[in-house]
């Protein structure tokens, strides 16, 4: 069975406890379709490296920011925008590079984006100077990729 088309949004506070909120609420909502424990919990790690960017880098932990997530299943692909109204991105191709922080201060890896990029199908960063960035990334479950062939 396919499943139709359907889709959420929530938005929070920029506090970094919100992370694990984020994790849960994608992940309940996803988890009404056919997917195995290892994309979900690749969708539930995906989802705290965005939303950690966003509160980090994004709103440099101010809780005045939101962050805002949608997601929309559409016949077994799963679609994720995270999106912030923060600081920007001043150079998205370094800051796609492993290993590159702005933060190594607080022991962040710099592994955000390729992790994103390994555990999902695409990932698009838009991303403006003093406007925010917004994160979009695409997931083919393999139930769906199973049912094509």
């Known amino acids: 069975m396919m499943a139709q088309r359907n889709f959420m949004s929530v938005s929070f506070a920029a506090l970094s406890q919100n992370e694990a909120f984020a994790r849960v609420a994608v992940a309940s909502f996803i988890s009404q ?11 539930k790690t995906v989802i705290s490296e965005a939303v950690t960017n966003a509160i980090i ?3 440099d932990e101010n809780p ?15 679609d ?28 962040r890896s710099g592994m955000g984006f390729t992790i994103m990029e390994n555990f999902m199908d695409s990932l698009e960063v838009a991303t403006s100077v003093g406007k925010g960035t917004t994160v979009r990334l695409t997931k083919r479950l393999s139930f769906a990729k199973a049912l094509q062939n």
Do not use: N, R
Request: no cysteine; net charge negative.
């Open 33 to 43: 379709l056919d997917i195995t424990m290892d994309e979900l919990e690749e969708i």
């Open 57 to 59: 880098h994004g709103y």
């Open 80 to 107: 994720i925008v995270v999106e912030d109204k923060g600081k920007g991105i001043e150079d998205v191709e370094q800051a796609m590079q492993p290993l590159y922080t702005t933060k190594p201060e607080l022991e």
């Open 64 to 78: 005045e920011g939101v962050v805002h997530i949608s997601v929309q299943i559409d016949e077994g692909t799963i």
